[in-house]
């Protein structure tokens, strides 16, 4: 069973850093393309960024390039989410996803759900 289940999500001032996690269960990680949404009440969720199978990262928002960056840890079959320079405009639930594909795309129908990043002063 595809399991998806995120973490690392808190209260954090403007400029500041936070690394989320998503740990996968029920599949290797490795294998496939896994991408970070985030999502906020009444809104369409936005596609953040992605990484591949063979680790070719894909931004989907302008705006955290050069802010944000995504990784993968083998051993512990988990994707981070690295976010510094935190903005109030990054408020969101932020969460995980999958197609079980070798490729980036912004259609990941297997997602977790998800962790609150909040960005305040």
């Known amino acids: 069973q595809v399991q998806l289940q995120e973490s690392g999500g808190d209260l954090v001032q403007p400029g500041g850093s936070l690394r989320l996690s998503c740990a996968a269960s029920?599949?290797?990680?490795?294998?496939?393309?896994i991408g970070w949404f985030r999502q906020l009440p009444g809104k369409e969720r936005e596609g953040v960024i992605c990484?591949?199978?063979?680790?070719?990262?894909?931004y989907y928002a302008d705006s955290v390039k050069g802010r944000f960056t995504i990784s993968r840890d083998s051993a512990k079959n988990t994707v981070y989410l690295q976010m510094n320079s935190l903005k109030p405009e990054d408020t969101a639930l932020y969460y995980c996803?999958?197609?079980?594909?070798?490729?980036?795309?912004?259609?990941?129908?297997?997602r977790g759900k998800g962790t609150l990043v909040t960005v305040s002063p």
């Open positions: 029920g599949f290797t990680q490795d294998y496939f393309a």
């Open positions: 996803a999958t197609e079980l594909d070798l490729y980036c795309s912004g259609s990941m129908n297997y």
């Open positions: 990484i591949s199978s063979s680790g070719d990262m894909t």
